[in-house]
């Protein structure tokens, strides 16, 4: 089969990586299959630690986003190791607290939006200013979101502002790199997944049932859909598209209408669902 994506031999940078079941995981599994070359970055020691056997013998780096000037020593250190010019970077990074439980999102406390627009948004001006010099030309950028902005499910709490934010950096780093390079930025608004970040998220299995019967075709998505909508648009094959989400959610968010939602929905109080 022709390379279609032409990503072999190419490098790319891949942020997030928490275990198997993360979106980062997958993206970096499937551009190795492809051929290309993957650098993982890893927030902490503890977290490379855990990651010895999944990455063995591949260069892995430690980048704390919270941590101010944490970007440009990494970037430093990749070139150093001869890890650059990059192909493309993948920001597949984000962080609430929710350890005081689910709050109505006018109680969200000033420290904990902060801490989360740090590492989950703002995180990716800095490692796009910090690796600008480092990339190739025709890069590519791509970071994960969600599928709906405008009404997210209550247990996601503060997090969809911030995702808001996420994706509206993306379109103004198009923007702004577009003066001096073709780099391009875009965001893949992922609908929910079965990860070990979502599993944290207070009441998220029962969000995810009911999305699941919202999507056209009643089965929710695998993160390696996500993933190859990610090197779709890490390749030059998307050279058209910049500062966009794509969103990838089998239909979850045009379906809200759907008659066994409604029918489900309209039952009278106390009774039970046919056939049960």
């Known amino acids: 089969m022709p390379d279609f994506l032409q990503l072999t031999g190419q490098t790319f940078l891949v942020f997030g990586v928490a275990n198997r079941k993360s979106v980062a995981w997958f993206v970096a599994k499937t551009l190795e299959e492809q051929g290309a070359t993957v650098i993982f970055s890893v927030r902490s020691e503890a977290r490379r630690q855990a990651l010895t056997v999944q990455l063995a013998g591949k260069p892995v780096f430690i980048c704390d986003v919270e941590q101010e000037g944490a970007a440009d020593r990494l970037a430093g250190e990749i070139t150093a190791a001869g890890h650059s ?78 995702k808001a934010a996420l994706e509206s950096s993306v379109r103004f780093l198009a923007k702004s790199f577009s003066a001096t390079s073709a780099v391009r930025f875009n965001a893949v608004g992922a609908g929910p997944l079965k990860t070990s970040a979502s599993a944290g998220i207070p009441g998220y299995l029962e969000s995810y049932l009911f999305a699941e019967k919202l999507t056209f075709r009643k089965k929710n998505l695998e993160t390696s859909e996500v993933a190859n909508v990610v090197l779709f648009l890490l390749s030059g094959r998307s050279s058209g598209i910049n500062g966009t989400t794509i969103v990838v959610d089998a239909g979850l968010g ?7 939602i409604i029918r489900l929905a309209m039952r009278p109080p106390g009774s039970k669902p046919a056939g049960t």
């Open 85 to 162: 010019p990059l192909a493309g970077i993948v920001h597949s990074i984000a962080f609430a607290n929710y350890s005081s439980g689910l709050q109505p999102f006018h109680e969200t406390k000033r420290a904990d939006f902060l801490q989360a627009t740090a590492v989950s948004a703002f995180s990716l001006v800095e490692i796009a200013r910090a690796f600008k010099e480092r990339l190739l030309p025709q890069a590519s950028v791509v970071t994960i979101g969600i599928s709906s902005l405008l009404v997210t499910p209550d247990n996601y709490g503060y997090m969809g502002p911030i």
């Open 254 to 260: 045009s379906n809200y209408f759907d008659q066994e």
